[in-house]
């Protein structure tokens, strides 16, 4: 049987972690993530897990480094200012490849910005923000029930190519309440982790973790071995949602709570005979590129809506490659788009030629 | 025949890569042997730092984790929670220690961390050409301090030993040199002291280990050893800082 309940975004993130098996978190207190900190604080000493409160997030994600370089399924969580500080241990995770599951609530920025909800770390989470030339896969849930499969997800991806994994989420979705229905099992990737460094037991070679490779060749062949691994993810892990799409006169994209706004534009829209589709990208690493390829043509416009300045626009006109014309909407500081702005749009779009 | 001295077996036969005279590779042979000694190759996980050592994972036949500049506690910390029965070690110098991982090593200590630090305080940036570290001595010229470092601009060389000996976590605390065969002997002794403790589950361990850096310092190995003697001996005083085990 399994279970239903109603519970908070942020704990529904420690839960379903700890249902994938975590047993270690490492974290440095921020709003609007705190509760999974709370949660994970209480669980892991109940279960004889591992919670250690590091004293910042530069030593959280370093902390996170080492436990992940033992094989063990590991887990951090923060927002923007926090993952700002991990960007430096994230660089040395992706070049070390470990696995690992970092947890980003979004809060408005740049600086110290403010606590309301936002989805202004797309850049430096897509995009890199570390050093170097690595892709984090990254899982944008739009609901409280996705947030929970995902973060399971998120660690048998994680495991499985030995790379660090990004749950994305704004602050909406941490602090939601909303119903999640747990399963009695969870599908766990077992895999096997003969790299880890947990001591020799003076039966084989030691194990080394490293991120540096001082050599021109010998590091270029790590960074391509590192790139065969992201066009492998690329081909084998994309996650859209595609909604509407066919014969669309307008097609949104938003990812996230923001797409759960763009569904009921559409329900409005169709009362005024606008056919308007969605396309939600679940990863937004790897970018689900074929459906923007598919539907290119298809609308009058495109139109992104994102809660920031205006980030994964970005990736949707590449996709979209001059195809078609791409408008953009988008709300700051914490600011929502509103359903009336974005029909406004739609309609401007769909009186187009 | 029978052989008196060899390479310890938690030493990879490699060479090392180190100047001609630097300590650094009297202090790795140190750590080994102890390693040897207790029995713990196969259970130990040490953890290189960022500095001339960055590449000693290739040297200790343990189990290795390299970590950014200075985050090694931290790693470190991530393990050894993860291997509870284990033997985790942090090798760092005093920039990558007592700079830019001042919160890690600070914190780590504070938290009771079961790992041992062996602190290579050689005081200056060996790696990146000379620079001022946090040790370096009021009046020594580095690369950055061009004139001699002077309080009124550059502050005072930072004793690490006194500093976190402070904290409860901390259990040994212990400063050594590697200037004569003596000292080199106290080292060691005080290197086993800090993984015996670490195997009893005391707490955090840290022993600092006065070195060289002949290269940098612009001297020759001999003259190197009498400038560490005249020059840091008197600013950073051999001795135990703290012993849980002898209160
Ligand atoms: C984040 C970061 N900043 C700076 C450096 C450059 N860097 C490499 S080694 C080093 C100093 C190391 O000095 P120390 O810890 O005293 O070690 P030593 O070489 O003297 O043994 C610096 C600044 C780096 N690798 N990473
Ligand atoms: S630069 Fe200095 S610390 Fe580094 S290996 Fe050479 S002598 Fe040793
Ligand atoms: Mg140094």
Redesign the pocket.
């Known amino acids: 049987m399994s279970e239903k309940l109603l519970m908070k975004g942020n704990e529904v993130i420690a839960e379903a972690a700890l249902r994938a098996g975590c047993r270690h978190y490492f974290g440095y207190p921020i709003t609007p993530q705190t509760e999974v900190a709370h949660y994970m604080a209480k669980k892991m000493e109940q279960i004889g897990g591992v919670f250690v409160q590091a004293e910042s997030e530069v030593a959280a994600i370093n902390m996170v480094y080492g436990a992940a370089s033992t094989g063990k399924r590991v887990m951090t969580s923060s927002s923007s200012p926090g993952i700002s500080l991990k960007q430096?241990g994230i660089s040395y995770s992706a070049c070390a490849e470990l696995p690992m599951v970092i947890v980003d609530v979004v809060r408005c920025g740049p600086g110290l910005g403010g606590i309301l909800p936002a989805q202004c770390d797309y850049f430096q989470i897509v995009k890199g923000g570390g050093h170097g030339d690595y892709n984090l896969v990254v899982f944008a849930p739009s609901s409280i029930q996705e947030l929970y499969e995902l973060v399971v997800h998120a660690f048998n991806v994680a495991d499985q190519y030995r790379n660090p994994v990004v749950i994305l989420g704004d602050g909406y979705l941490g602090q939601m309440m909303e119903a999640v229905e747990f399963k009695d099992e969870e599908v766990i990737n077992k895999v096997e982790k003969p790299w880890a460094t947990v001591g020799t037991n003076m039966e084989r070679e030691h194990n080394v973790i490293t991120s540096i490779y001082i050599e021109a060749d010998v590091l270029e062949a790590h960074n391509n071995k590192l790139q065969a691994k992201y066009r492998a993810i690329e081909a084998n892990e994309t996650m859209v949602e595609e909604f509407n799409c066919e014969g669309a006169d307008v097609i949104v994209t938003a990812y996230g709570t923001v797409a759960r706004i763009v569904k009921n534009v559409i329900k409005d829209a169709a009362k005024e005979g606008i056919k308007v589709g969605l396309i939600r990208p679940i990863t937004l690493w790897p970018f689900p590129k074929a459906s923007f390829e598919k539907y290119a043509e298809t609308p009058k416009g495109f139109l992104c809506v994102e809660m920031s300045a205006g980030q994964m626009v970005e990736d949707v006109r590449l996709a979209i490659n001059g195809k078609n014309s791409v408008d953009f909407h988008g709300r700051t500081g914490g600011n929502v788009p509103s359903q009336k702005d974005i029909m406004a749009i739609v309609r401007e779009i769909a009186a187009r030629k | 025949m029978s052989i008196v001295f060899d390479r310890p077996h938690a030493l990879v036969d490699k060479p090392l890569h180190y100047c001609p005279g630097c300590t650094?590779g009297i202090i790795h042979r140190l750590v080994a042997e102890v390693i040897d000694e207790l029995g713990i190759e196969g259970k130990t996980v040490g953890v290189s730092?960022?500095?001339?050592?960055?590449n000693n994972y290739e040297y200790f036949n343990c189990d290795m984790v390299q970590a950014?500049?200075g985050r090694a506690p931290a790693v470190a910390t991530g393990i050894r929670r993860s291997l509870p029965d284990n033997v985790v070690f942090t090798y760092?110098?005093?920039?990558?220690?007592a700079a830019?991982g001042t919160a890690e090593i600070v914190h780590a200590a504070t938290r009771g961390e079961r790992i041992t630090t062996i602190f290579?305080n050689?005081a200056?940036?060996?790696?990146?050409s000379g620079?001022m570290?946090p040790t370096t001595l009021v009046g020594q010229v580095s690369t950055t301090t061009p004139f001699g470092r002077k309080p009124e601009l550059h502050g005072y060389p930072v004793k690490v030993c006194e500093l976190l000996s402070t904290l409860e976590g901390a259990v040994y605390i212990e400063r050594v040199a590697v200037n004569n065969v003596q000292n080199i002997k106290k080292a060691k002794a005080a290197i086993k002291k800090a993984f015996e403790l670490q195997l009893a589950g005391k707490g955090f361990t840290l022993v600092e280990v006065l070195s060289t850096?002949p290269t940098n310092w612009g001297m020759n190995p001999v003259k190197s050893i009498k400038w560490l003697e005249e020059n840091m001996m008197p600013h950073y005083k051999l001795g135990v800082y703290k012993d849980i085990s002898a209160e």
């Open positions: 430096e | 650094h730092p960022v500095g001339c050592t960055y950014a500049h760092q110098g005093d920039g990558d220690l830019i290579v050689n200056i940036y060996g790696m990146t620079q570290a850096c």
